[in-house]
T-cell receptor, first 111, second 113 residues
Framework: QKEVEQNSGPLSVPEGAIASLNCTYS??????FFWYRQYSGKSPELIMS????GDKEDGRFTAQLNKASQYVSLLIRDSQPSDSATYLC???????????FGKGTRLHILP | ETGVTQSPTHLIKTRGQQVTLRCSSQ?????VSWYQQALGQGPQFIFQ???????GRGNFPPRFSGLQFPNYSSELNVNALELDDSALYLC????????????FGPGTRLLVL
């Protein structure tokens, strides 16, 4: 089982709708979880981090964490064409404190 | 802007050569990680340095090595370049210790011919 798994997509969502991105992880004791956005040809930029079970909201973005089920998700409300990018899920693997990334999900917002 | 810089931005090398990539972090960022990102893939963890000591390594051969310096700069060295080493190399630094929120530099795109 891979340490961090994401559906590679592409995920197509109409403009104005909610985009839902999912990620599962294998390390049961992971404590820190991150979502990054990466535009083509650019480096990843941090959207948000989440550490506790439940929801964390920042503007149009909501991260959701469920440690019992070992998944973390990102919701993007009122999707805009500028949200079209690859979204990377990253998890702190506690046994050696390294941050591991999933392969990313390509999101395409349809105008 | 993350305050993390990398040089050079692009680099072309031939198979068998050696390359050194550089990264400069913000003051106080004690942890730096290096990642390799092939086209269409997520960043793959190469290694991590914390307070100038290697503090974790991914599944990369010993010809990938690094250093971290007291002035919050670091470098990634790759010996005996192979065609498959062609990728975007990213460094990421964090203010806290290993596993804390990381901020990425713009990356160095390496092409091995």
């Amino acid at each position: 089982q891979k340490e961090v798994e994401q559906n590679s997509g592409p995920l197509s969502v109409p403009e104005g709708a909610i985009a839902s991105l999912n990620c599962t992880y294998s390390d049961r004791v992971s404590q820190s979880f991150f979502w990054y956005r990466q535009y083509s040809g650019k480096s990843p930029e941090l959207i948000m981090s989440i550490y506790s079970n439940g929801d964390k909201e920042d503007g149009r973005f909501t991260a959701q964490l469920n440690k019992a089920s070992q998944y973390v998700s990102l919701l993007i409300r009122d999707s805009q064409p500028s949200d079209s990018a690859t979204y990377l899920c990253a998890v702190n693997i506690r046994r050696d404190d390294k941050i591991i990334f999933g392969k990313g999900t390509r999101l395409h917002i349809l105008p | 802007e993350t305050g993390v810089t990398q040089s050079p931005t692009h680099l072309i090398k031939t198979r068998g050569q050696q390359v050194t990539l550089r990264c400069s972090s913000q003051s106080g960022h004690n942890t730096v990680s290096w990642y390799q990102q092939a086209l269409g893939q997520g960043p793959q963890f190469i290694f991590q340095y914390y307070r100038e000591e290697e503090n974790g390594r991914g599944n990369f051969p010993p010809r990938f090595s690094g250093l971290q310096f007291p002035n919050y700069s670091s470098e990634l060295n790759v010996n005996a370049l192979e065609l498959d080493d062609s990728a975007l190399y990213l460094c990421a630094s964090s203010l806290g210790g290993p596993g804390e929120t990381q901020y990425f530099g713009p990356g160095t795109r390496l092409l091995v011919l």
